[in-house]
Nanobody, 115 residues
Framework: QVQLVESGGGLVQPGGSLRLSCAAS????????MAWYRQAPGKERELVAA???????NYADSVKGRFTISRDNAKSTVYLQMNTLKPEDAAVYYC?????????WGQGTRVTVSS
């Protein structure tokens, strides 16, 4: 059974940093391009960052230069380092495959950016 468990969210002031983790079980993580997504209240889920099986990252324009995605296949974990956070980054963050069909979505981890 596939399980994706996101963690690391919280409340941070504008300009602050957080590191999100996504622990995957029930899958061989190294064979998938993976991604982080986020969903803010009243908005659709959007792709924030993706990483190929070979480790090549891609980012949405809104986070380029501030977020860094990485993966540790040995630990079956995907990370998202978020720096210089802005109020518009506030959302629930999820990880999953970059392409459909997706695995079952985890519960996500909430990021709140507020002073």
């Amino acid at each position: 059974q596939v399980q994706l468990v996101e963690s690391g969210g919280g409340l941070v002031q504008p300009g602050g940093s957080l590191r999100l983790s996504c622990a995957a079980s029930g899958i061989i993580l190294r064979i998938y391009n993976m991604a982080w997504y986020r969903q803010a209240p009243g908005k659709e889920r959007e792709l924030v960052a993706a990483i190929t099986t070979g480790g090549t990252p891609n980012y949405a324009d809104s986070v380029k230069g501030r977020f860094t995605i990485s993966r540790d296949n040995a630990k079956s974990t995907v990370y998202l380092q978020m720096n210089t956070l802005k109020p518009e980054d506030a959302a629930v963050y999820y990880c999953n495959k970059q392409q459909w069909p997706y695995h079952a979505w985890g519960q996500g981890t909430r990021v709140t950016v507020s002073s």
